[in-house]
Nanobody
Framework: QVQVVESGGGLVQAGGSLRLSCLVSGGIFSIYTLAWYRQAPGKMRELVATITGIGTTNYGDSVKGRFTISRANSKNTVYLQMDSLKPEDTAVYYC????????WGQGTQVTVSS
């Protein structure tokens, strides 16, 4: 059974950086697409970034140029490097494993203070 666990969230000042990690266990990792989503209070869940098994990346318009998604297949881990953070980036960030079926993590809170 595939499990997805995010880590790395926290409180940071505007302009700062954070790196989120997502560990996937219990399944084949390297060939599947991974994604980061976020959801702020009162808002719909929003796609932040995706990375395919061959490393092709895609970003939401609101984070382009500031966030970087990457993966380490040897560690079954996907990362989200977040730079130049803004208060509007405050949200719960979720990792999504797009395998034979979708698996979601429990989320990690990111709070950016102004």
């Amino acid at each position: 059974q595939v499990q997805v666990v995010e880590s790395g969230g926290g409180l940071v000042q505007a302009g700062g950086s954070l790196r989120l990690s997502c560990l996937v266990s219990g399944g084949i990792f390297s060939i599947y697409t991974l994604a980061w989503y976020r959801q702020a209070p009162g808002k719909m869940r929003e796609l932040v970034a995706t990375i395919t098994g061959i490393g092709t990346t895609n970003y939401g318009d609101s984070v382009k140029g500031r966030f970087t998604i990457s993966r380490a297949n040897s560690k079954n881990t996907v990362y989200l490097q977040m730079d130049s953070l803004k208060p509007e980036d405050t949200a719960v960030y979720y990792c999504n494993f797009r395998g034979p079926y979708d698996v979601w993590g429990q989320g990690t809170q990111v709070t950016v203070s102004s």
